[in-house]
T-cell receptor, first 115, second 112 residues
Framework: DTAVSQTPKYLVTQMGNDKSIKCEQNLGHDTMYWYKQDSKKFLKIMFSYNNKELIINETVPNRFSPKSPDKAHLNLHINSLELGDSAVYFC??????????????FGEGSRLTVL | GEDVEQSLFLSVREGDSSVINCTYTDSSSTYLYWYKQEPGAGLQLLTYIFSNMDMKQDQRLTVLLNKKDKHLSLRIADTQTGDSAIYFCAESMNSGYSTLTFGKGTMLLVSP
């Protein structure tokens, strides 16, 4: 069983389109994240949700909207896609209550290419 | 990533030791981590060290922490071709959530 799964794995789309990436974790963790990894492998946090509540919202354009229907899911919707949005988007989860280790469990990534 | 610096590339021969270095700027960092990313995959935690420790050893991995110089290193003994990957250093403050700041990653290439 995949612990953190993301779909789709690859996404190619035109500028201006709207797209979504879905993430699910079956680890029973209470916190989920979206990270963006650019072409130089630089990894930057975008959002974090704890028990469905937004706790971290870095300086990300309003075109990006995360949604957490329950604590096992965190989806990312992107409106009006731009060329600079091309990157690999990683979902991750962690268990923050009951002892802290800071261990993030990552999905395999969703490679978004905007043409 | 601007608070965590790593060299971008390291090449070693199979069987040699690899040492990957990292410097960080936040002296209040509580935990420091090494993550490994294999091609086409997500990051995977290799090891972590509390800021009150100087060294941690786990099989072929040795982590050294110099808090005075804000320097963290990862030594891989008897490096194998399967160790070829990108290694990310990360720091975190125990602010209640895993607010990790990652370095830009060091690509380790192990040749036979």
């Amino acid at each position: 069983d995949t612990a953190v799964s993301q779909t789709p794995k690859y996404l190619v789309t035109q500028m201006g389109n709207d797209k979504s990436i879905k993430c699910e974790q079956n680890l029973g963790h209470d916190t989920m994240y979206w990270y963006k990894q650019d072409s130089k492998k630089f990894l930057k946090i975008m959002f974090s949700y704890n028990n469905k509540e937004l706790i971290i919202n870095e300086t990300v354009p309003n075109r990006f909207s995360p949604k957490s229907p329950d604590k096992a899911h965190l989806n990312l919707h992107i409106n009006s896609l731009e060329l600079g949005d091309s990157a690999v988007y990683f979902c991750a989860s962690s268990q923050e209550s009951g002892g802290y280790t800071g261990e993030l469990f990552f999905g395999e990534g969703s490679r978004l290419t905007v043409l | 990533g601007e608070d965590v610096e790593q060299s971008l590339f390291l090449s070693v021969r199979e069987g040699d030791s690899s040492v990957i270095n990292c410097t960080y700027t936040d002296s209040s960092s509580t935990y420091l981590y090494w993550y490994k990313q294999e091609p086409g995959a997500g990051l995977q935690l290799l090891t972590y060290i509390f800021s009150n420790m100087d060294m941690k050893q786990d099989q072929r991995l040795t982590v050294l922490l110099n808090k005075k110089d804000k320097h963290l290193s990862l030594r891989i003994a008897d490096t194998q071709t399967g160790d070829s990957a990108i290694y990310f250093c990360a720091e975190s403050m125990n602010s209640g959530y895993s607010t990790l700041t990652f370095g830009k990653g060091t690509m380790l290439l192990v040749s036979p």
